[in-house]
């Protein structure tokens, strides 16, 4: 018994830290590399780095598209990964791979010829509105290739095959930041374009990152994603009813949830160009200490997903279980490294008096919900998605951003004026309803589900 449960642990922790451990180094690279960008972009002005915020919220809402077609794709293709069906792998990748490269065709678009549209509806006047549609025009090229891009990094996490994103991203991104340096400042010969050269800097980047990724996936032949045509296009429509079933509720949710967030932020906009720029510091600042949480639910999504793939449902259980007390610890450790760092915004970032405190504040919001936060994670895109239980997710979602979140936003912006850091506080209440209304769902083992066994692709 006590070597069972050993061998047990051993597993678990090693296949859990050969998953999370590159996807958060890529987190990490990625966080520090975006940190820079908006620190050499809060050195050209503040209306520089409110017009980029704007901007990149349709590349946010954009990416949570592509991220809800891909997550629902890659909760077959874990399954499948534990049922060791290669074909199928295959297939399910071609599909997300057509799926992502036309929802990237319809958003640029929609940022190369009516960029005006979206700065107008964050209130974007003057210099902020011009800035931010130079921006969008130059980035908008880079939509389709970032989405495959994506398509490809998911599904190789899926099949526990995480250090070659990780790798690839991490060129990507020093490219990126040195390219930034180069275009923004005019530095070495090159021109001196601003926010233009941002975003021009950021598209090459990620044209170079799905070369070198295409090029590393098909140089081993042996690689579970290494597809001809005709295998990524050989799902059918039995295939594509079972999608529809599963992944419908994660799109959805992704949209729903990612509009939300621009809600936020319209109504962040509305106290003032500093909130928003304030906002978009602390996220950065968050998002680095977020990277292991991050890291430790993509390895619960994928882990829980193998096992349920390969009929394990009792492993895939105690998983789930072990998962919620490691995220939530986790999260309450990074809340507290959270607070550590808060002295230090100014010295990051040499912001304006007003600007730091606003940033000192949010932090401070940040730093309480972290837990909840990391524990709803692990809870939404591990545990209910690996096991098909997308309806219970969309509706946790649903219900903490719309009925909790929107409207606490806009109360605290438009009814009670209240400074920025309070009206965050007031939408992270959306976090106590995920985690109140969703562990008990995880202990009903409702949501562990087999996909796959019936599912024909060929």
Excluded at 73 to 100: E, H, M, P, R
Excluded at 173 to 183: A, E, K, M, R
Excluded at 247 to 252: E, F, H, M
Aim: aromatic share 12%; glycine share 8%.
């Amino acid at each position: 018994m006590t070597s069972t449960k050993t061998k047990f642990d051993k597993t678990f922790f090693k296949t859990m830290l050969a998953i999370a451990i590159p996807i958060s180094i890529q987190n990490l690279i990625s966080s520090s590399l975006n940190m820079i960008d908006i620190l050499m972009i809060g050195r050209v002005s503040e209306n520089a780095l409110a017009a980029v915020g704007m901007a990149n919220q349709l590349f946010f809402f954009f990416m949570l598209i592509s991220f809800g077609i891909c997550s629902g794709a890659g909760i077959f293709i874990s399954q499948y990964w534990g049922k060791k069906d290669i074909a199928k792998i295959k297939s399910t990748l071609g599909f997300a791979i057509i799926a992502v490269a036309i929802i990237g065709l319809i958003f640029s678009f929609v940022a190369i010829v009516l960029p005006k549209y979206i700065m107008m509806v964050f209130d974007a006047k003057g210099e902020v509105m011009e800035l931010g549609v130079s921006y969008l025009r130059i980035i908008g090229i880079s939509y389709v290739v970032t989405a495959i891009s994506f398509a490809y990094g998911f599904s190789c996490r899926s099949v526990q095959k995480a250090n070659m994103p990780m790798i690839v991203s991490s060129i990507s991104l020093l490219i990126n930041t040195g390219l930034n340096y180069l275009l923004i400042f005019g530095k070495f010969g090159f021109p001196e374009m601003g926010v233009s050269g941002a975003a021009l800097a950021t598209a090459i980047a990620r044209f170079t990152e799905l070369f070198l990724m295409i090029l590393i996936i098909y140089r081993d032949k042996a690689h579970p994603l290494a597809a001809n045509i005709k295998e990524l296009m050989a799902f059918d429509k039995d295939f594509l009813k079972k999608y529809y079933v599963t992944a419908t509720p994660v799109i959805i949710n992704e949209m729903m949830w990612s509009l939300g967030t621009i809600m936020y932020s319209v109504a962040y906009s509305r106290v003032g160009t500093t909130a928003i720029a304030a906002v978009q510091v602390a996220n950065t600042v968050s998002n680095i200490f977020m990277v292991g949480s991050m890291g430790v639910g993509n390895a619960c999504a994928v882990m829980l997903g193998s096992e349920l793939g390969a009929g394990r449902d009792e492993i895939a259980i105690r998983y789930a279980k072990r998962f919620c007390v490691i995220t939530f610890s986790i999260g309450a450790g990074v809340g507290l490294l959270l607070y550590t760092s808060i002295p230090l915004v100014n010295t990051w970032f040499g912001v304006t008096p007003n600007l730091e405190q606003s940033v000192r504040n949010i932090l401070l919001v940040k730093c309480f919900f972290s837990p909840f936060v990391t524990f709803n994670t692990a809870l939404i895109i591990g545990i209910l998605r690996s096991g098909g239980d997308t309806k219970y997710a969309l509706f946790l979602e649903m219900g903490g951003v719309w009925l909790i979140g929107v409207p606490m936003a806009f109360l605290g912006a438009l009814w009670f004026k209240l400074p920025i850091h309070f009206i965050v506080l007031m939408v992270s209440f959306e976090e106590f309803f995920k985690t109140i209304v969703g562990l008990p769902r995880v202990l009903s083992n409702k949501w562990a589900k087999n996909l796959v066994e019936d599912t024909a692709l060929a």
